[in-house]
């Protein structure tokens, strides 16, 4: 008798300890999970970065010397026939240094320093920042984000606020005529925030949406085209998504949806 009810005992222990077992298993499979998946981004940031950052390298010092260069002569000569050419050449030399500080953006793109992020004072930020760039072009903006204002996110807020100072730019410079409007709403959904950037602007031709996300696209003369290959990058590396949908000669919308929480993977809620 008593023998069994001993071994009875050691078999519920031995289910309880089954258990604890199997939830510690799953549990560390989680965090090597998502470890490998860090290590992933990282190998392809680092790739990515020290392809850029040397390019921007190797081409800043013959671009210094030619700077240089063009200075001298144009001093030399001084002449008005050969000044126009000069003035050309440095026009050109100070774009090139745009595309250069821009690689270097991308190349120091690091994996998201997470924090507490107030989406509704991040944009308010953004877009007084950005405005005040253009007050020239008197667009008309609205914001629809206080669904968002108490809410927070777990994001990087140097890359976001990147992300949303480039997709702004675009906005506005997509905008030509003089009843321009931007329109920027802030929502929740499914655990994901979702920021949305539409204007009135010139829009996109349907064969080129599919090329905007590229480095080095751009139909502006004093583009580099790294800006949305930019945020598309900051975007993946907060495990969101950037969507843009335009029709030509009537304007852009641009998405973005970022996890509410960082190690929302998509099946599960962690905080409930
Ligand atoms: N809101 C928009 N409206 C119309 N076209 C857009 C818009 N946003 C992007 N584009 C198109 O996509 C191209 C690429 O945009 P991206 O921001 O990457 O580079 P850019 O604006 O040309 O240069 P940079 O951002 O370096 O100043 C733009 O040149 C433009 O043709
Ligand atoms: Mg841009």
Not at 4 to 22: C, S, V
Not at 124 to 147: E, F, M, S
Not at 210 to 238: M, R, W, Y
Not at 254 to 268: A, K, N
């Amino acid at each position: 008798m008593k023998n069994i009810t001993e071994r009875k005992q050691a078999e519920t222990i031995l289910k309880g300890e089954n258990k604890n077992l199997e939830t510690l298993v799953i549990k560390r499979s989680e965090e090597l999970f998502k470890v490998q998946n860090e290590l992933k981004q990282a190998n392809r940031l680092s790739s990515i970065g020290t392809l850029a950052a040397t390019v921007a390298h190797e081409l800043r010092n013959p671009l210094g010397v030619i700077r240089m260069a063009a200075y001298n002569i144009r001093n030399k000569v001084n002449s008005p026939a050969t000044n126009r050419h000069f003035e050309h050449i440095e026009k050109k030399i100070y774009e090139s240094d745009l595309i250069i500080n821009n690689l270097l953006s991308y190349s120091n793109i690091k994996l998201p320093h997470y924090q507490k992020v107030s989406a509704h004072n991040l944009l308010t930020d953004c877009i007084q920042l950005v405005g005040a760039k253009y007050l020239h072009k008197q667009i008309r903006v609205t914001k629809d984000i206080d669904p968002v204002k108490d809410e927070y996110i777990e994001a990087d807020e140097f890359q976001i606020r990147e992300v949303m100072i480039n997709i702004l730019d675009n906005a506005y410079q997509s905008i030509e005529h003089d009843h321009g409007r931007i329109r920027v709403k802030a929502r929740i959904q499914d655990f994901y925030m979702k920021i949305k950037v539409q204007d009135n602007g010139v829009g996109i031709d349907k064969s080129e949406k599919a090329d905007v996300f590229k480095p080095f696209f751009t139909n502006k003369s004093k583009g580099t085209g790294l800006g949305l290959a930019i945020c598309h990058e900051l975007v993946q590396l907060h495990n969101g998504k950037i969507e843009l949908a335009s029709r030509k000669f009537h304007g852009t919308a641009v998405t973005i949806s970022l996890p509410m929480r960082r190690s929302y993977d998509g099946v599960q809620d962690p905080y409930n």
